[in-house]
């Protein structure tokens, strides 16, 4: 058998789901969670609609490395004068 990169993938990927079948099986051990990288717009909308949708049912961690999102949204107002850079940070 000769080793490529779809091998190596499909190989790792079943390794991976074998390894964390115990964990996922396991009845009565808390609430799923839910890691989500990124505060930008994609990331707290995924966040928000998944511990929203959920109910409380899942535990959702959101990650950002900065105490401040400066959203992209608005920026134009921003350069016109219209809105200070205050307004478009998101904590």
Known sequence: ???????FLGT????????????VLAD???KPRVVVIGGGAG????ARYIAKDSQGG?????????????????????IGGFKEIDDLGHT
Do not use: D, I, Q, W
Request: proline share 4%; charged share 10%.
């Open 58 to 78: 899942v535990e959702v961690t959101l990650v950002e490395p900065s105490r401040t999102y400066f959203s992209c949204f608005f920026s134009n107002l921003y």
């Open 28 to 30: 009565g051990h808390g």
């Open 1 to 7: 058998m000769t080793l490529n990169r779809r091998t």
């Open 43 to 46: 990331g707290a909308t995924a």
């Open 12 to 23: 790792g990927a079943a390794v991976a789901a074998s390894l964390s079948a115990p964990s």
